[in-house]
């Protein structure tokens, strides 16, 4: 469908096969006889999004699942879409994309209500066992990419996580990190700089009763177009005056800068999912949080955000249709 070639077939097929294998590991008894707790499920759904940034149509499929031995727990999942854009970054555009993403955690406790998907930034359906019992508090690490096919090629841009969680009962908080800065084999990004480079999300997720899950927190992403390095960074937008080297940036989306402050909120029962996103986007805000990074860090010469530009409302609408299993070793 989106014609990928063999090589972005292969990346793919790494994350998910690594996911794929931890769900598989069921009614597995340790050589001390010890008995391996093993929970998980998979989820199949379609969803439509709109919005002032972001308008696509999206099949996909998410799978996650849970490891438990004496207090000493293991979590992972994955995502997998492909989506018929109308409009993504800002950008109008007929393109076709094609998303992964994986994530692992470990940690303490026992977690078979499976709230631990609701790290997933790809995929806002929960999977959930609402008759499990939550208790978990761990760290962990994931990437995940899209891969678009003609106009927005060039922004196929991996990018690393880290996430944090903890849980107790029936509800679950997460913080996530994502950037596409590459630091050895654990935080795997592109190390491009451009694109949707950085996203940070704190978010609240809480099982009402059998059948409904909510969701409320707070996100910040960041986008830049793609540095023209053939220029010198000599570009006066930004630059303090002349004090501080700036990029030119590539046509043709040269002005589409965005950084996004958002609250975001999701309601899910058995059938559906909606989930919904307001804030504004800021490219003063955007180049005060770059420009820190920047400088400070001495990473690379600013970008050209328009730091006069007036801050303009950012919202999305998802609504979801899935279909979900669970199960266990119990």
Known sequence: MVGLNLIKINIVLKPFLFSFIFLLITSIKTSYGQKINTNGGVLLKADITLGNQNQWIKIGLGGFGTLSLGDFSIESGFSLAATQLLKRHHINTKDRSFTYDVFGLIGGGQNNNLLGSSVSNQNHSIIVNPYGKNNFKGVGIGFEKELFNNDLKSYSIRRGKVIMRYSSSNYSIHMIFLNDFRFGALFNGEGTDYGETGTFIIGYTKVINTKEVYQAGVGLSLFTPQANYSLAPRNPVNSDDGRKNVWFVRDPYSR???????????????????????GMNSEKLGAYIQNKLHDGFGLNPRFPWNIEAKDKLYYEIETALFYQTTGNND
């Open 256 to 278: 589409h800068f965005y950084s996004n402050i958002y609250l975001f909120g999701t309601y899910q029962n058995d059938i559906y999912t909606f989930h919904s996103k307001l």
